[in-house]
């Protein structure tokens, strides 16, 4: 009778141990809270739709001798983009714009520290079902470098 409850017991903490183990916050992090039109001016971050996102395009750059880099992230989950990007000046301006398909928008963001003496951020996301976005970094009043379309 003992050995007969002490394998019941362990039978219940294993599928106990089994429950809690599959739902890690890794595969909470990875669910996202919007796609599409619902993306629209969301964080990529507390959205979730950076769990899955791509680099898409980038686009390496120089600006007063020192590197900058933009990026064009992408979620295929949430269908949506925006702009990820570093660089040496805080006055720097990261952009997602969506160029193609639906209704143009632009999201913006400036940089702010990070660690290493950069700086860096990111955009809001659009709706990228059926479009085409640019991310963009401009390092002066006349001066913009931007990724390929993706």
């Given at each position: 009778m003992k050995s007969?409850?002490?394998?019941l017991v362990c039978a219940g903490v294993l599928a106990v141990f089994t429950l809690l183990s599959s739902s890690s916050?890794?595969?909470?992090a990875s669910q996202s809270f919007c796609s599409n039109s619902a993306c629209d001016g969301a964080d990529p971050i507390s959205s979730g739709c950076s769990a899955d996102a791509i680099t898409a395009a980038t686009?390496?750059?120089?600006?007063?001798g020192e590197p900058f880099k933009i990026e064009l992230r992408y979620s295929p989950s949430c269908r949506s983009a925006w702009?990820?990007?570093t660089g040496p000046r805080r006055s720097a301006t990261i952009f997602i714009h969506r160029v193609e398909?639906?209704?143009l928008e632009?999201?913006?963001?400036?940089?702010?520290?990070?660690?290493?003496?950069?700086y860096?951020?990111?955009?809001?996301?659009v709706d990228d079902a059926?479009?085409?976005?640019?991310?963009?970094?401009?390092?002066?009043?006349?001066?913009t470098a931007c990724t390929d379309r993706y």
């Open positions: 007969k409850r002490a394998s916050p890794a595969s909470a686009l390496d750059g120089v600006e007063d702009a990820r990007g398909g639906k209704p632009i999201h913006s963001a400036k940089l702010t520290a990070s660690s290493g003496g950069s860096r951020n990111w955009t809001d996301m059926g479009s085409k976005a640019i991310a963009c970094y401009k390092y002066t009043d006349s001066s």
